[in-house]
């Protein structure tokens, strides 16, 4: 499950971000990770030139 996306354009640099969520099997723990991509627009696609993720239990974020 994503939630709390964003995306933020400036000319060719863009930043992508939110929590990407999900629960392992049934009866699990549910984890969610927080994460941030840069990207830098080429002549037909993005390069991502950062991506940072972070781990976190379920609801702390």
């Given at each position: 499950?994503?939630?709390?996306?964003?995306?933020?354009?400036?000319?060719?640099?863009?930043?992508?971000s939110?929590?990407?969520?999900?629960?392992?099997?049934?009866?699990?723990e549910?984890?969610?990770?927080r994460?941030?991509?840069?990207?830098?627009?080429?002549?037909?696609?993005?390069r991502?030139?950062?991506?940072?993720?972070?781990?976190?239990?379920?609801?702390?974020?």
């Open positions: 499950m994503l939630s709390d996306a964003g995306l933020q354009v400036l000319d060719n640099i863009a930043v992508a939110g929590i990407n969520g999900y629960t392992p099997a049934a009866g699990l549910a984890i969610e990770y994460f941030t991509d840069v990207l830098v627009k080429q002549a037909y696609s993005g991502v030139v950062a991506a940072r993720m972070r781990r976190e239990t379920a609801g702390a974020i």
